[in-house]
């Protein structure tokens, strides 16, 4: 089955520096590519997300990118702010399927 | 996402006891989903439902069952509680656009399980 991992656990940065989170996936049939952003006693909410026929998709100071080849995508967050602290997920869907695989989080600390 | 509503937010139970889930959407959407989150492990998928009458498993449905009562209500319940299904329970919905999905997620309830 598809297998998503998700790196680093954790990540401190300082206000003003970028980000960035890193996912794998196993399945090459694999076609969306959300991800998820949780705040402290929320549910997650999307913030981005690409197609599997797209490189690249920037939103604001938020963008992701994708290498099928390699089978992996990032998460991209530039001018880091501290409402941006969070625990950000990305997930994995194969065609078809309906099913989310979620990766392990990411809890993202961003100090002033 | 104020469109999707659980309860109870919190719960603490006994081993062995049954307990309810409660999850209602606005959103007029048909799938609705119930996922456990636990540290370290992100969110699995327990059981979900694409109409009233669709109802499916997920990777660890084992300890749980649900109950589509409407389209806008999903229920999930554990029959006989157990200290190891102490987590976070999402409920979500999605809306279908083309081969595409979204999914929304309830506030979460926490379940402590003694």
């Known amino acids: 089955g598809e297998n998503v991992e998700q790196h680093p656990s954790t990540l401190s940065v300082q206000e003003g520096d970028s980000a960035v989170i890193k996912c794998t996936y196993s399945?090459?049939?694999?076609?969306?590519f959300p991800w998820y952003k949780q705040e402290l006693g929320k549910g997650p909410q999307l913030i981005i997300d690409?197609?599997?026929?797209?490189g690249e998709k920037k939103d604001q100071r938020i963008a992701v990118t994708l290498n099928k080849t390699a089978k992996h995508f990032s998460l991209h967050i530039t001018e880091t702010q501290p409402e941006d602290s969070a625990v950000y997920f990305c997930?994995?869907?194969?065609?078809?399927?309906?099913?989310?695989?979620f990766g392990t989080g990411t809890r993202l600390k961003v100090l002033a | 996402d104020a469109d999707v509503t659980q309860t109870p937010r919190n719960r603490i139970t006994k081993t062995g006891k049954r307990i309810m889930l409660e999850c209602s959407q606005t959103?007029?959407?048909?799938?609705m989903y119930w996922y456990r989150q636990d540290p370290g492990l992100g969110l699995r998928l327990i059981y979900y439902s694409f109409d009233v009458k669709d109802i499916n498993k997920g990777e660890i449905s084992d300890g749980y069952s649900v109950s589509r009562q409407a389209q806008a209500k999903f229920s999930l319940s554990l029959e006989s509680a157990i200290p190891n299904q102490t987590a976070l329970y999402f409920c979500?919905?999605?809306?279908?656009?083309?081969?595409?999905?979204?999914?929304?997620f309830g506030p979460g309830t926490r379940l402590l399980v003694l």
């Open positions: 979500a919905t999605s809306d279908h656009e083309g081969s595409w999905e979204t999914q929304y």
């Open positions: 959103k007029g959407h048909d799938r």
């Open positions: 997930a994995v869907l194969r065609g078809g399927t309906y099913k989310y695989i």
């Open positions: 399945d090459s049939a694999s076609n969306y």
């Open positions: 690409i197609r599997s026929n797209v």
